[in-house]
Each structure stands twice: as C-alpha cells, then as structure tokens.
Nanobody, 124 residues
Framework: QVQLIESGGGFVQAGGSLKLSCAASGGTISTTVMGWFRQAPGKERKFVAAISWTGGTTYYADSVKGRFTISRDNSKNRVYLQMNRLKPEDTAVYYC?????????????????WGPGTQVTVSS
C-alpha cells in the first residue's frame, strides 16, 4: 500500500512562492496519475493540478493556471507543486493524491490514495 506525505507548506506573504513536495513510500508511483488538491476551512476539497504518470500531460484549475506548476520525478518517487505569485485566497491545506485512472483526473472521487496534507497560509 503506497503512502503519501506532503511537505513544504508554510506561511508566506502575498506574491511569494512555495514549493510543495509529495514523497511516496511502500510502493512506486511511477505508473500512477498524481494530483494536488486543496481545502480551505469550511469549504470542499478542490482540484488544483494533476500530472500523468509520464509527466507529459498536466492539467490545472483555472484559478492557479500560469502561477502553479506540477512536476514529478519518478526516480525519486516524488511529485512537486511549485507555487508562485501566491494570493491570500490560495490559503488552504494542500493534499497530494494518487489515482488508478488511466488518464489525468480532476475530481477527488477519482483518487484513492491521499496524504495527510500540509498547510499553506498566504498573508495579504
């Protein structure tokens, strides 16, 4: 059973950058679609970005397009989310997730493995 753990969250001022990392253990994610989701207090979990198992296909929520970049290093069993030009509305707990789907998926129901999340707080 693959386990995921996120890191890299923290507190940053608006306009700043953070890079989240998701490390997998207990198995390989090299043939798994991977995604990032976020959940703000009192709100539902929302899609942020996803990447195919080769890394050749990526997909972003409109709210982060042009500011966030998802990538992966299958040799290290890791997935990353580079977040630039952060805004206060990006404040949320960010979750890494793995999907058995054969193509990039954007809904939480498509993902069956989740990390515990990492908090990102952006001050205005």
């Amino acid at each position: 059973q693959v386990q995921l753990i996120e890191s890299g969250g923290g507190f940053v001022q608006a306009g700043g950058s953070l890079k989240l990392s998701c490390a997998a253990s207990g198995g390989t994610i090299s043939t798994t679609v991977m995604g990032w989701f976020r959940q703000a207090p009192g709100k539902e979990r929302k899609f942020v970005a996803a990447i195919s198992w080769t890394g050749g296909t990526t997909y972003y929520a409109d709210s982060v397009k042009g500011r966030f970049t998802i990538s992966r290093d299958n040799s290290k069993n890791r997935v990353y989310l580079q977040m630039n030009r952060l805004k206060p509305e990006d404040t949320a707990v960010y979750y890494c997730a793995g999907s058995r789907a054969t193509r990039v998926a954007t809904t939480p129901q498509d993902y069956d493995t989740w990390g515990p999340g990492t908090q990102v707080t952006v001050s205005s």
